[in-house]
């Protein structure tokens, strides 16, 4: 996707992944319908009615959350607007706040273009701080959305600190141990050794089935643990100098072209298929891919997957809910939005979705700590995840994240699965990337 802006070098950049000695990781939510649902005012028996829109599912309405807040508030009538792929809602959200129109009362903001929206857009939102509690947040995800001039304008949802999800009944089939600790032993500090099991579970894999189910997820998931990736602290673009950029591309080159990974692109509907046809064995899963794993399983996945510990310790992902000032009802949104990201709220959802807590005071709330999903059995993840975020590094973003990393993905390692050389595929990379960023 074309950049809408023209990319500042010396950008601002935001600090994300704060370290976590007492706290956790930030994630987000992809997945949902593949358009738009139209929502109107009408049909609400003169009750107010707030529009959110979304991209993918953030599961509030899958956790009854709406139900509830309607329930709570009889006035209130709530509806949902939903792309399922970011890159197709976030250039129409940057076009609406650019001319103030087609809005909705709340509006999504994924991690990687919350930087360009904190330094372009922030005059369009309204200041939250007013609303949300910053002591119930992760002081780093506060930050993240919040001004030089400490305007707040958006209130953090899900977090996602990164694991391996993985078939326990293709791991067997293959000869691999199913236990998730031997299991995270066998790759444990280095993603290298995950894509040697890779190649030990191709040797006796279950008839057309891949290790893993996409580069685009193995890429993602070994760039989620560096520190620097796309930009330097200064605001640089550092993507192609950046050596571990590099590197993560090569190896995910590598799995693709030892037949280790599937040739679909995430969050697609020909992926949708292998979850459900059980084409793969594994895959990167923030906690967030939990909800999409099983909205996409048939039923007999069900306890069939299980969560071991990534390589190394990292996060993908993350969302925001700000509230344009040009909507219809701001000051209800802004309450609504506030509710939805209360910790009380971000446990339920995790109970029901899997998405994780940006809210500390959610993790000792049972939902969270006796958590558990219908597709993982009775894994501890509420633990799992935790555990998985404690080292997780403090990462940099920057305003223009999400055009690079889907230029490294669906322009990039994809193409490995479909014939071309890593050569090749890393230039392909390349020219779109900076064609989008205008350089």
Not at 285 to 292: D, I, K, R, T
Request: glycine share 10%; charged share 25%; net charge negative.
């Amino acid at each position: 996707m074309r950049a809408p802006t023209r990319i500042r070098r010396k950008a601002v950049v935001l600090a994300a992944i704060a370290s976590l000695g007492a706290g956790l990781l930030a994630g987000c939510a992809d997945d949902g319908e593949d358009s738009e649902s139209n929502s109107s005012d009408g049909g609400g028996g003169g009750k107010t009615t707030i529009t959110l829109g979304l991209f993918g599912t953030f599961g509030f309405k899958e956790a009854g959350l709406y139900d509830e807040y309607m329930k709570l508030n009889p006035d209130i009538k709530i509806e949902e607007n939903v792309v399922e792929r970011n890159e197709n809602y976030y250039p129409a959200l940057v076009n609406h706040l650019t001319t103030n129109s087609g809005l909705m009362d709340i509006q999504g903001v994924e991690v990687g273009n919350i930087a360009e929206v904190v330094q372009t857009q922030s005059d369009k939102l309204l200041d939250l701080s007013k609303y949300g509690k910053e002591s119930d947040y992760l002081d780093w995800k506060w930050q993240q959305a919040t001004t030089a001039e400490g305007q707040t304008i958006g209130l953090g949802t899900d977090i996602g600190p990164m694991a391996i999800c993985y078939r326990t009944d293709l791991f067997k089939e293959a000869g691999l141990p199913t236990d998730r600790e031997e299991v995270s032993k066998l790759w444990a500090g280095d993603w290298s050794k995950f894509v040697d099991v890779g190649r030990d579970y191709q040797k006796n894999a279950p008839g057309g089935t891949t290790f893993m189910d996409s580069p685009g997820g193995l890429i993602n998931a070994i760039l989620s643990s560096e520190t620097e990736k796309f930009y330097d602290s200064s605001g640089e673009v550092i993507y192609k100098s950046n050596p571990a950029v590099k590197a993560a591309f090569d190896l995910t080159a590598e799995a693709a072209e030892d037949g280790l990974i599937g040739n679909q692109t995430q969050f697609q509907p020909a992926w949708d298929t292998t979850i459900a046809n059980s084409k793969f064995a594994a895959m990167s899963c923030p906690p967030w891919m939990l909800g999409y794993i099983k909205g996409k399983s048939k039923p007999e996945s069900a306890g069939k997957w299980d969560v071991a510990q990534a390589p190394k310790s990292g996060n993908w992902g993350g969302s925001f809910l700000s509230v344009p000032k040009a909507g219809k009802n701001t000051e209800e949104a802004a309450k609504l939005a506030a509710w939805l990201t209360a910790p009380e709220q971000q446990a339920k959802l995790f109970k029901v979705q899997g998405s994780f807590p940006s809210t500390p005071a959610a993790y000792t709330m049972p939902e969270v700590v006796d958590g558990k999903n219908d597709m993982t059995g009775d894994a501890p993840i509420g633990e799992i995840f935790a555990e998985a975020a404690k080292s997780a590094p403090v990462q940099v973003i920057g305003p223009k994240d999400q055009i690079i990393q889907q230029g490294l993905t669906d322009n990039g390692v994809i193409l490995v699965t479909q014939g071309k050389s890593a050569k090749d595929a890393w230039n392909n990379a390349v020219k779109t990337i900076d064609n989008n960023l205008d350089q």
